[in-house]
Nanobody, 123 residues
Framework: QVQLVESGGGLVQAGGSLRLSCAASGRTFSSYGMGWFRQTPGKEREFVAAIDWSGGSTYYADSVKGRFTISRANAKNTVYLQMNSLKPEDTAVYYC????????????????WGQGTQVTVSS
């Protein structure tokens, strides 16, 4: 088990940038693949981005490809989501999650979740 805490959310204008951070408490953080998901009220969590345990492989949803970048700093037990060219439709609560798989894009493949951080993009 790894415990996750997101931070860095806030209000930003369309076209702006924001970087989310996810701090993990587990000493075995480097053994987990990590992902970012987002959710709006009444909807299922939507996959955003994923990264393998080494940081060598990444995967993105088509909706964010070219705009968002996922990265990790294992020495800091932290995963990041750099969000550029933000759009109002990016508004959501963003969650980081840990998977025992190498890399995954399905919610059911993730075993630990943070509490989320709100991202609001205004037009």
């Amino acid at each position: 088990q790894v415990q996750l805490v997101e931070s860095g959310g806030g209000l930003v204008q369309a076209g702006g940038s924001l970087r989310l951070s996810c701090a993990a408490s587990g000493r075995t953080f480097s053994s987990y693949g990590m992902g970012w998901f987002r959710q709006t009220p009444g909807k299922e969590r939507e996959f955003v981005a994923a990264i393998d345990w080494s940081g060598g492989s990444t995967y993105y949803a088509d909706s964010v490809k070219g705009r968002f970048t996922i990265s990790r700093a294992n020495a800091k037990n932290t995963v990041y989501l750099q969000m550029n060219s933000l759009k109002p439709e990016d508004t959501a609560v963003y969650y980081c999650a840990a998977t025992l798989s190498t890399i995954a894009h399905m919610s059911r493949e993730y075993v630990d979740w943070g509490q989320g951080t709100q991202v609001t993009v205004s037009s």
